[in-house]
Nanobody, 125 residues
Framework: QVQLVESGGGLVQAGGSLRLSCAASGRIFSGYAMGWFRRAPGKEREFVAA????????LYADSVKGRFTISRDNAKNTVNLQMNSLKSEDTAVYYC??????????????????WGQGTQVTVSS
């Protein structure tokens, strides 16, 4: 069993930055890929970024490429999402997720078995 807890959301002005963290507990080890997803009001959940736990291979949605950076801290069992140059369209609830048995990062949310409760990010224009 894996538990994920997100933190770091909040209200920020457009152009600003936020750093989200996902603390993982339980049986997280090298065979996992970790992802960040988001759901904006009235929209479907969408992929943001993913990283493999062992080799740190990353994948980004086109909408955040060059602005967001995903990283992991194996010693602390955390996955972080540094978000810069935030836009109003980045406003959403952000979720951390874990997919077992993955050696490459993946964008398909159906592959992720474990999910956090989400953290709200609001970008004011």
């Amino acid at each position: 069993q894996v538990q994920l807890v997100e933190s770091g959301g909040g209200l920020v002005q457009a152009g600003g930055s936020l750093r989200l963290s996902c603390a993982a507990s339980g049986r997280i080890f090298s065979g996992y890929a970790m992802g960040w997803f988001r759901r904006a009001p009235g929209k479907e959940r969408e992929f943001v970024a993913a990283i493999t736990w062992s080799r740190g291979i990353t994948l980004y949605a086109d909408s955040v490429k060059g602005r967001f950076t995903i990283s992991r801290d194996n010693a602390k069992n955390t996955v972080n999402l540094q978000m810069n140059s935030l836009k109003s369209e980045d406003t959403a609830v952000y979720y951390c997720a874990a997919a077992y048995g993955r050696t490459i990062p993946i964008s398909n949310d159906n592959a992720y078995r474990y999910w956090g409760q989400g953290t709200q990010v609001t970008v004011s224009s």
